[in-house]
């Protein structure tokens, strides 16, 4: 079973940055396609940013397209998320999550297509 962790999480003042960091163990991300999403308080759980097994295709939410990047390192097996020019919306608990298989780049705004998660990390965004 892959385990997903999740580091890197804390305080930003708006305006700033911060990269959270997701390491896999019991597989490989490069073997998957992977996802973060964001939930906060009474909120539902929302797609952020996603990248493809295959060709590292990228797609995003319009609210972070510009402002967040996803990317994989394969030697390091982390997937991570750049997160620039927060906003207090961003505040939430980000999870990243492994999906199987060949799938259109848009499918994974789904949290269906996934089936391994992490637990997450808090970013709060706040002056």
């Known amino acids: 079973q892959v385990q997903l962790v999740e580091s890197g999480g804390g305080l930003v003042q708006p305006g700033g940055s911060l990269r959270v960091s997701c390491g896999a163990s019991g597989g490989t991300v490069s073997s998957y396609n992977m996802g973060w999403f964001r939930q906060a308080p009474g909120k539902e759980r929302e797609f952020v940013a996603a990248i493809s097994r295959s060709y590292g295709i990228t797609y995003y939410a319009d609210s972070v397209k510009g402002r967040f990047t996803i990317s994989r390192d394969n030697a390091k097996n982390t997937v991570y998320l750049q997160m620039n020019s927060l906003k207090p919306e961003d505040t939430a608990v980000y999870h990243c999550?492994?999906?199987?298989?060949?799938?259109?780049?848009?499918?994974?705004?789904?949290?269906?297509?996934?089936?391994?998660w992490g637990q997450g990390t808090q970013v709060t965004v706040s002056s």
């Open positions: 999550a492994a999906a199987p298989g060949f799938v259109i780049i848009s499918s994974l705004v789904n949290p269906y297509e996934y089936i391994y």
